[in-house]
């Protein structure tokens, strides 16, 4: 008989939510790498990144969306027209509409936001840019963005674009990632860092 103790159940979950995140970011790879080739050689990148953009922004604002790539629900037919058609409403390209008609025929519309990601840093590299993820409790001002991109252009030597998101868990404050550089300036992380210590001293 083995017994598992709570701690470990986290642990297991912990790492089957990795392992998960590796496999989607690993399929979102290839076809990211594919897309990403097909429009340099096209002389369309700027296209690609438009599409990367709107299609950015309509995940994270549709629920409907976010429900269409990742329910189990839905077929592969009713997938691929449903994205086609957010696709031809968005005004996305044809070659990156093509891209998701084929990710929904192979079942793979639940990476979206991974490809996406991986298309916004190929196409930062080639464009000689830095994209910094930044987390915050509330929407930055473009005044703000504008300040935090500089401050970070500074400090890493490259033009920075940032990926701004928004997560009311922090509390206040923020949570920059560039590259493998992590910057938290957040409330939330500094309670954490103060319960640490209470337990430590408990």
Do not use: C, W
């Not at 970011?25 to 990211?32: L, P, Q, V």
């Not at 990601?117 to 196409?123: D, K, N």
């Not at 464009?127 to 509330?138: I, P």
Request: glycine letters at 6%.
């Amino acid at each position: 008989m083995v017994t598992v103790y709570p701690d470990s159940i986290g642990e297991i979950e912990r790492a089957n939510v990795a392992e998960s995140a590796s496999i989607s970011t690993g399929i979102a790879a290839r076809y990211a790498t594919a897309a990403f080739e097909l429009a340099r050689e096209a002389g369309s990148l700027d296209v690609l990144e438009n599409d990367t953009n709107t299609l950015s922004a309509a995940l994270h604002d549709s629920a409907d969306l976010a429900a269409l790539i990742s329910s189990p629900l839905y077929s592969r037919e009713q997938q691929g027209a449903a994205i086609e058609a957010v696709a031809s409403a968005a005004g996305i390209s044809t070659m990156l509409t093509n891209t998701l008609s084929l990710m929904a025929r192979n079942r793979r519309l639940f990476v979206l936001p991974h490809l996406l990601a991986e298309l916004r840093a190929r196409i930062a590299v080639e464009k000689g840019e830095v994209t910094a993820d930044v987390r915050s409790a509330v929407a930055l001002t473009k005044a703000q963005s504008d300040k935090l991109a500089k401050a970070l252009a500074a400090s890493v030597g490259k033009e920075i674009k940032l990926n701004a998101t928004v997560d009311e868990n922090l509390i206040g404050g923020l949570v920059v990632k560039v590259g493998s550089k992590m910057i938290d300036t957040s409330i939330r992380s500094k309670l954490n860092a103060l319960q640490n210590v209470m337990k430590e001293v408990g």
